[in-house]
């Protein structure tokens, strides 16, 4: 299995950035799909974006997209978000995550990060 470790996270005006990053250790990175999730506190978990094993297709929450991007590396076993334009609502603790394939649930979890965007 994989373990994955999330960092990048702080404290950032509204219309500044971030970049998040996702170390995994393990079985090969590669294997997996993986993708990013957020919890605002008070609410659900919800997604944030997802990229295919080859990083050649990606996904995203209408929230999001045009501001994040979502990238991987797999010879650095990294998966990364870069966070353009953050607004307050942006305000959560972010998560990656790991699954087997497209049509598995994701099994495998980082700790998070905090993300905090002031107005």
């Known amino acids: 299995q994989v373990q994955l470790v999330e960092s990048g996270g702080g404290l950032v005006q509204a219309g500044g950035s971030l970049r998040l990053s996702c170390q995994a250790s393990?079985?090969?990175?590669?294997?997996?799909?993986t993708g990013w999730f957020r919890q605002a506190p008070g609410k659900e978990r919800e997604f944030v974006a997802a990229?295919?094993?080859?990083?050649?297709?990606?996904y995203y929450a209408d929230s999001v997209k045009g501001r994040f991007t979502i990238s991987r590396d797999n010879a650095k076993n990294t998966m990364y978000l870069q966070m353009n334009s953050l607004k307050p609502e942006d305000t959560a603790v972010y998560y990656c995550?790991?699954?087997?394939?497209?049509?598995?649930?994701?099994?495998?979890w980082g700790q998070g990060t905090q993300v905090t965007v002031s107005s």
């Open positions: 995550a790991a699954r087997n394939s497209d049509h598995a649930n994701y099994a495998y």
């Open positions: 990229i295919i094993r080859s990083g050649g297709t990606t």
């Open positions: 393990g079985r090969t990175f590669s294997y997996y799909e």
